[in-house]
């Protein structure tokens, strides 16, 4: 066997796991490997290089994922993620433009932004940045816990020999929270991102906050605190949980923290208290908007239920991570209307006894005394803080979901660390290997749910095999089987949603979008006619109701009725002002009828509301340019080709006019950057040869065709692929 060599500093953090080992019988060759096992792994940088192999491996299946879901608007649709001029922009507007949620995250944001900036709309990029922000969080909070679990931190017990070392604790607390399936919502989902992006942001500022009491320069002290404020500033637009890591720094500061002084203290809070202030600030400049979330009326007693319900199913989730799915509820208003019901509800009642048998756990390992007595009331109360907000004390839009317990599983898992402090000398032996057994049962766990978000039929069909079937869930898999071609399926799938909830507006229009599908259109223009009769109702309960206009219009537009589906749009725009996806379809029904001024009009009012919407000025663009509106035409498409550094439309309009205009050299480098932004679209150097020849270059003309040849020679020989549509 190999000698390893330990500094000074590394022996000495390896005197309790060394004094550990001398305990045990030693047998030849396995007690020597356990001992080489933690002296190769004294090294800090083995531990995290470690960790982010652990996190990247349960994690890899996910980056075969698609975008599914909320992906569709957040991660590819979204027009504040498609230019850096946007980035500003993207604090004035709530995350979602189209919904009741008033989320306010423009951090995530500006992560998908720098995505689409070097990935475009390559999921894997996405996909790969989410794994990235897990793995970042785990070494973060290993760095963290080891400096908080040390003895002069008041948390870590001072005298005894034990053989847990703080920063082996930190190590596996870190180790079993990246594996741990129960985050995959948050890392395998790309809109998921929220809570890692919070996560890195929070427990990076709080580092930087004490390596700045570690600095003995003055500027690089203040310049540690002034990271940390912007750090911690970042979390709370990256995720509103970033309030819950504010408490426990203070807590944390206030209790522990003994070296500091009081005035230090106050001004540690104010600073704090200006955080939160500056971020109440930023949350005004989105315009005010509806949040719709149905009064449920539940009494007092009807909630403390419900927060033990949800208290059992994370507990249970974070012990035994089994049925893990999108949509949980701990609360089934059609439980108890007969026996059957009653049978199916019965075990939520059982969660209710989890919930209170681990609410008493927390509190009789808080008042029980021992070597671990701190880490278990710390434990605890980080737990404690991050569930209530989630707990059902308030309203949400969930009763339960598995992000939800991203950042109190850290808490666990620290009560836990307390508990094993206090186990009898003869159990320590134990620990090792079963610290072992659960990051490698956890790991595969991981990445067998990881596999879930491959696409979007595997996603739903698994969710709903779990138990998630919600009826978003199963509208959404209706909507994967009408992909397919499968109409009947996709058709009884709507209508039993329908049967639950005779008013779910998107199940409705996706009956009318299969019957038109099927060819019975007579009935799918009766479904959609009377979804957009009822839309406005049913616009204060669901979002996105304007979809059966634009159904109706479409089906009037194919049926030769071009002046009903105008009206049929005109009206729903009255409704819906700011939709463009309305907007779109009426200009272009105008345009196609020779109506183009009036096209011009309605575009031109919502582009001057939304002067970031690219989608609207290269319609813009467009319609200057029908008009023969050469100076405006090429201002609008200009400003789209900045809104969307992938766009290739605006460039090639703008070669086109430049080319008509005589302006071959302009229009040549226009049709160059168009090149560039999509090298591999044999279009493009179609476009730039039809230039080069007219500019009398017939050499270069000839090299841009041969490129041609040369993309749809590989588009030939590689082997097709089969996409499943949205």
Known sequence: MGVVSLNRDDAHSLLPAADFFRRQPSSGILFRARWHVPALLAKPWLRYLLLAAMGFGVHIPALQGQFLWDDAFLARDNPFIKSPLLALEAFRHHLFLDSFSAHYRPVQNLSFMLDYYFWNWESAGFHLTNILLHVAGGLLLCRLLSVLFQPDRGLWPRHGQRAISPEWAAFVIAALWVVHPVHSAAVDYISGRADSLAFVFAAGGWLLYLRAGENRSRWSRWSCYILAAVSALLALCAREIACIWLLLFLLHTVVCAKAISGRRKIVILTCCLLIVLAYAGLRQLPHARRVTIPADNWSAAVRATLMLRALGDYTRLLLWPDHL???????????YRNHASWR?????????????????????????????????????????????????????????????????????LIFLLGCALDLPARAEHWLGPIAAIAVLSLGVRSAIRSSDWIDDETFFTRTAAAGGMSGRVMVNLAQCYASRGLYSKAEQICRHVLERDPHYSIARNNLGFVLSREGRKAEAEVVFAAAAKEAAADAKLYPRTWIAARNYAQLRHSAGDDAGAIAALDRARADYPDTWELISLECELLRETHQGAAALRIVQDFAQRNWWHHAARLAEGRLYAVENDVVHAEKALRLAAMLDVHDTDALNLLAQIYARKGRL??????????????????????????????????????????????????????????????
């Open 665 to 726: 050299e302009l229009a040549r480098e226009t049709q160059r950057r168009a090149v560039a932004r999509q090298p591999d679209q044999p279009t493009q150097y179609v476009m730039l040869a039809a230039l080069l020849e007219k500019m009398g270059r017939s050499e270069e003309a000839d090299a841009a065709l041969a490129k041609v040849s040369r993309l749809r020679d590989m588009a030939t020989t590689q082997p097709p692929s089969t996409l499943l549509a949205n």
């Open 344 to 412: 199916n509800g019965a075990a939520t009642e059982y969660l209710s006894i989890f919930g209170f048998a681990a609410a008493a756990a927390l509190a009789i390992g808080c008042a029980r005394r021992g070597d671990g007595l701190r880490l278990r009331i710390a434990g605890a109360l980080w737990f404690v803080a991050g569930y209530l907000p989630v707990s059902n004390i308030v309203q949400l839009n969930a009763t339960v979901a598995e992000h939800w317990l991203y950042l109190p599983s850290i808490g666990a």
């Open 325 to 335: 799915h999108m949509e949980r509820s701990v609360f089934d208003p059609e439980a």
